[in-house]
């Protein structure tokens, strides 16, 4: 399979072309803004993960588990209310509520894998 560039894919998705570049450090700023929200939460690499090009992947950020392809719409979603909100305000409420619920379910997803007990039982006296 193909190796997907977040940063082109992203811009594929807001409505620019791969080549046109006048938007690129808009995009980069925002989208390693939301990608630290994520990082917070437990999701992409433990130290942290950061695009500077096109050169960055969804593979490298997620890996390859098909189960967090919501990172790709949440990541829209909050790039988009960034870069470019929708005029109205039920398209914006809209988008609001979508990307709240996409950020709960990635917790939910991340926990099901990452969950530590918040209170463990205590190791017995040496």
Known sequence: HVEQSILNSMKKLIGLSE???????????????????????????????????STATWES??????RMSMVKSYLYLRVRLLFDPPGTSFALDAMNKNAAELEWRLNVQREEELWTDPDPEPLPAA
């Open 61 to 66: 950020f997620i890996g390859g588990d098909p």
């Open 19 to 53: 080549t046109d570049t006048s938007f690129d450090l808009d995009l980069t700023i925002h989208l390693n803004s939301m990608i630290s929200v994520l990082t917070q939460v437990g999701i992409g690499p433990a130290e942290g993960f950061m695009i500077e090009d």
